[in-house]
């Protein structure tokens, strides 16, 4: 697994020197990485290498100190949190809970991003949710709410939201955490059909190795020094400490 | 000796970013306001959660002080032979003080301690990140209508509180002492003018609802993503709210006179 | 997004009930008139009114029947008072208009004694016949003199 050097037109999305402390905390030295269009990048590391906050780094809801961070071409460091809103417009963001509004039923959760951004009729609306709820293994929980659910089952509702506006970009933050190994599967096929047939470009944060070797096109492994970044074989072959540490352990662990 | 010097700049620093901070918020939820879209529905379910919920404890207090305000009125009115005036007293310190700052403390303990805690834990659970994600503004979508809806229940409130202590008065200063009631009503009417007394009232409890709005919501967004962090908004929003309406009824009477 | 008719129903009578008690407290208790200069208005113009204020009620024999609604000085300074009385009422011409005072140290109201004219007053007139308020101290500072000065 190596680092290469690619022009940076390539990259859907791209970080470039970007450095983040959090108190004393150095979550991000130098990091440059990037993402392509059309591919499944999985994100691994060990818990506090800071793969959720690489995601809320490119949603643009953390702020780098320094750096770059050009999604689509656009350097978003820079924008103002309105100019953000038309950056956002084509991403979907999966978050690690869900952050499924808990004052709304699922239907009003999944609708929201349509009601607020298309002119669409309440019954495409409804048709549009239906459809998501459905692809996601979730089709009578509409009139529930998210109390009412079990926390994977939030996470999957959280995902129909996610793409119910038909994103280009979508930020998966642990999809497959606390999911059964039947909802591991659904999921996987779901984010690799969004992206086989849409050609999304999906970034999924994930320790679940086995899923992650299987959906993934490309692999970035966060570590102190930097992001490795290659094919999932590139991975395995890998001889950086780190990397070897991480995939013993996550052996031993057995698939979790 | 330089340490606490640079301790007390530091603090300085620190309050004037904080106001700072406070402003730019201040200003956004007045934008919102001010811009469509103006979400009928999520500002009508907000004045149920901080009106309509509230409706109980006002109603409740507001009778139990005015009787406790009919009690103390008529034995001391009654040593100089006044207590005929009971409704006057009773009207005044209602009207001008009692209702507007009483209201506003409780409403500061029952919703917006409720409002802090529940804007805190839709940042824990990173709520309000996602409305961010999906390109909706958490100032326009969660707090404006909270913000607006303290704005709208708090003048309601308020009114009902002294209507509600007006009858307490009564039935203490009339039904239990055996004052007449005729006399009540009237010297009550008469002390009480719209200009001074009425207006002045709603004044004070515009101001207070504007404050506790900001206050909880601020303190609400502003919150660590833990869950002392929601403990922390919930309290400070309460503490804060409470010394801010206190010193604020004495700006208010102290400028204006009411 | 799903509506809640049973919580919209609460929030509208939450809403209704206030504005019934802000209405209740502006219009009955604060005074507030709607009707503006529609009822019957006299004026009297007194040497002195004492402590009278707006909103002090006008009685005839000791029954309320209007208010007083404004006080300022006319062009020979004399305190004079606009009386807002309710329509329907018959006054002689030759009414007398009297500060008085409720109790001793009471509220002051103006007091209307009607008289024995065949005209009657129509609204925006002036009557004619005032008693000044009697004031207390002046009471007591005169009995004071008075007896100071027999003394000397």
Known sequence: MEQREEAAETFRIALDGVSLRRGHREVFRDLSCGFRAGEISVILGGSGAGKSTLLRVIGGLTRPDSGAVRVAGRDITRLSERDMF????????LFQGGALLDSLTIFDNVALPLREHTELSEREIHAAVARRLTAVGLPETEGLFPRQLSGGMNRRAALARAVVNDPEIVLCDEPFSGLDPLNVRRIESLLMDLNRRLGLTLLVTSHHLASSLRMADRIVFLRRGGAL?????????????EVVAFLSAESEAGSR | MIGAIQRLGNRSVGIVEELGRMTVFVAGVARTLAMPPYRLRRIVDEVYDVGALSLAIICLSGLTVGAVLGLQGYYNLARFGADGSLGAVVGLVLVRE?????????????????????????VTTEQLDGLRMMSVDPIDYVVSPKALAMGIAMPLLNALFIVFAFVGGYLVGVSYLGL??????????????????????????LVFGALIAVIATYRGTTSEPTASGVSAATTGTVVTGSVVILVFDYVITALWGV | MQSSPIRDLIVGLFVVSGLLALAYLTF??????LRTRG?????????????LKTRAPVSVSGVKVGQVTDVELDDWL????????????????DTTARIQTSGVLGDQFVALEAGGGEDMLRSGEEIEFTESALSLERLVGKFVNDAGLEED
Not at chain 1, 86 to 93: F, H, L, P, S, Y
Not at chain 2, 98 to 122: D, K, Y
Not at chain 2, 185 to 200: M, Q, Y
């Open chain 1, 86 to 93: 038309t950056v956002r417009d084509g991403i979907g963001m």
């Open chain 1, 229 to 241: 970044v290659g094919t999932p074989e590139a991975l395995l072959r890998s001889a950086d400490p």
């Open chain 2, 98 to 122: 009692l209702g507007p700052v009483l209201t506003a403390l409780l409403v500061t303990g029952r919703a917006g301690s409720a409002m802090a805690a529940e804007i805190a834990s839709m």
């Open chain 2, 180 to 205: 007449d009631g005729g006399q009540y009503w009237t010297s009550l009417e008469e002390a009480i003018t719209v200009a001074d007394d009425i207006a002045g009232s709603l004044l004070k409890s």
């Open chain 3, 28 to 33: 009955q208790v604060g005074g507030l008139s």
């Open chain 3, 39 to 51: 009822g019957f208005t006299l004026y009297a113009a007194f040497d002195d009114i004492g402590g």
């Open chain 3, 78 to 93: 004399r305190a004079r008072v606009t009386l807002d009385l309710d329509p329907g009422y018959e006054l002689p011409i």
